[in-house]
C-alpha cells in the first residue's frame, strides 16, 4: 500500500547498505544501484536522524558460494538456520567493495551499523541474523532514543531492506519503505513478493518526492 506521510523530528532514515559492491562495477551490483544515492543525499536532509547499515563479511564467509565446494552464486542450501541463497564475495570487510558509496553524504549518520560479520551466518536485516534470534541491537538503540518510526531505503528491495522493514514491524516499530530510493535484485522474482509480503504486514510505502519539500 502507499501512504503520504510528514517527516517528524522522531523519525529515522534508515539506509541499507550503499556500498561499493552493490553499486555499478561492484561484485553484487543492484541493477541502478547507483541511483539510489542522490535521493538518500537529499531525504537525509529532512531527517533528524540517519542510521546507515554496513554488510561486513569476512573473508569465507558461509553466504559465499566460493566456500561451498561445486556450488555457484544464486544456489540455496540449507544451513543450519534455514536456506540460504549463495552470493558472490562481496563487502569483504576492509576492502573497497566494502565502503560506502564515495557519493554517499555521511555527515549526517548518528550510528553505522555493521552486519553479516559472524562467519557463520548471514545478516540480511538490519535487527536480526539470518537466523531470526540473533540480535543487532538496532531495536534497542532505537527505542532508548525514543525513535519510533522508520523510514527505509537503499539496497537491495527484495533482500536486505525488505528484512530489515519486516523485522522492524514485528519488533513494534512503524516502518515505512521509500520504494523509489530502492533498487532491487529481483531474483526470481523477488521483487514482486518483496511488494505482497510488505503488503500483508500493513508495511507502507512512499516515495521520495511525496516526502521532500517541493
Same mark, same amino acid.
Given at each position: ?92 570487510? %576492509? &576492502?573497497?567493495? @566494502?565502503?560506502?558509496?564515495? !557519493?554517499?553524504?555521511?555527515?549526517? $549518520?548518528?550510528?553505522? *551499523? ?78 514482486? %513478493? &518483496?511488494?505482497? @509480503?510488505?503488503?500483508?504486514? !500493513?508495511?507502507?510505502?512512499?516515495? $521520495?518526492?511525496?516526502? *521532500?519539500?517541493?
Amino acid at each position: 500500500m502507499t501512504a503520504k506521510a510528514t517527516i517528524q523530528s522522531s523519525d529515522v532514515l534508515l539506509a541499507v547498505d550503499v556500498q561499493n559492491d552493490f553499486c555499478a562495477g561492484g561484485a553484487l551490483a543492484v541493477p541502478g544501484g547507483d541511483a539510489v544515492v542522490d535521493i538518500i543525499n537529499r531525504l537525509s536532509t529532512a531527517f533528524d536522524h540517519v542510521v546507515l547499515t554496513q554488510d561486513w563479511h569476512p573473508p569465507g564467509h558461509t553466504s559465499f558460494a566460493s566456500s561451498h565446494p561445486r556450488r555457484k552464486p544464486f544456489d540455496t542450501i540449507m544451513l543450519h538456520y534455514g536456506a540460504q541463497t549463495l552470493w558472490p564475495d562481496h563487502c569483504v570487510q %576492509g &576492502t573497497h567493495g @566494502a565502503e560506502f558509496h564515495p !557519493g554517499l553524504r555521511l555527515n549526517k $549518520a548518528e550510528l553505522v *551499523l555493521r552486519k553479516g560479520f559472524r562467519p557463520s551466518i548471514d545478516s540480511y536485516s538490519a535487527f536480526y541474523e539470518n537466523d531470526h534470534s540473533t540480535s543487532t541491537g538496532l531495536a534497542g538503540y532505537l527505542r532508548e532514543r525514543l525513535l519510533p518510526r522508520i523510514f527505509l531505503a537503499g539496497l537491495a528491495y527484495d533482500f536486505c531492506v525488505r528484512y530489515s522493514a519486516e523485522d522492524a514491524k514485528r519488533a513494534g516499530f512503524e516502518v515505512c519503505v521509500i520504494e523509489d530510493a530502492c533498487r532491487a535484485i529481483d531474483l526470481n522474482s523477488s521483487r514482486a %513478493g &518483496t511488494k505482497r @509480503a510488505l503488503s500483508s504486514l !500493513g508495511i507502507a510505502e512512499t516515495t $521520495a518526492q511525496s516526502l *521532500l519539500p517541493a
